[in-house]
């Protein structure tokens, strides 16, 4: 939340699982933040020390999730997400790469409420940035941390 592009590049090293979503949205996505803040915890737990993953929230909402919307919002979640943003172009390229399906009513106001329809999906990625895995909206946090401890261990 810095204002400095980033890039697949920039995470490797590290498991990354990233969150597609909007800071206005009113309920699905407050709850898959939160939920995979519990998916981290939970993993830590089991591991016996920090999860090596990094929790990614890009929004799909680049006329209202600036930088400083995105602050704001960041206080009610993880500490150690990372919230991205760009214009519009860059974020249609981030959700192609991912397959993310999103569409807002392109013809609202800029004050105006409005919603996005958009994929409810985490994507785990290895420590070089590659697909691993999916997580669901209805798969619960044990079902999750579960497979994502599995992938860590696979990984040593």
């Not at 949205?25 to 939160?34: G, N, Q, R, Y």
């Not at 214009?87 to 919603?115: G, M, W």
Request: net charge negative; hydrophobic share 35%.
């Amino acid at each position: 939340m810095h204002g400095e592009p980033k890039t697949d590049k920039d995470y490797q090293g590290t498991f990354s699982l990233l969150y597609f979503g909007f800071a206005h949205c009113p309920d699905i996505c407050p709850a898959e933040l939160v939920k995979l803040g519990h998916i981290i915890e939970e993993a830590s737990k089991r591991l016996g020390k920090p999860a090596p993953v990094k929790p990614i929230f890009i929004s799909v909402d680049p006329d209202r999730d600036s930088l400083l919307q995105l602050k704001h919002y960041s206080t009610d979640f993880h500490p150690n997400f990372e919230y991205l943003t760009g214009t519009k172009e860059q974020v249609a390229k981030a959700a192609r790469a991912y397959r993310v399906y999103f569409s807002s009513n392109a013809d609202h106001e800029e004050d105006e409420d409005y919603l996005v329809d958009h994929s409810i999906v985490m994507y785990l990625l290895d420590k070089e940035g590659e697909f691993l895995d999916f997580y669901t909206q209805r798969m619960g946090v044990t079902d999750c941390v579960e497979k994502l401890v599995q992938e860590i261990k696979k990984s040593k």
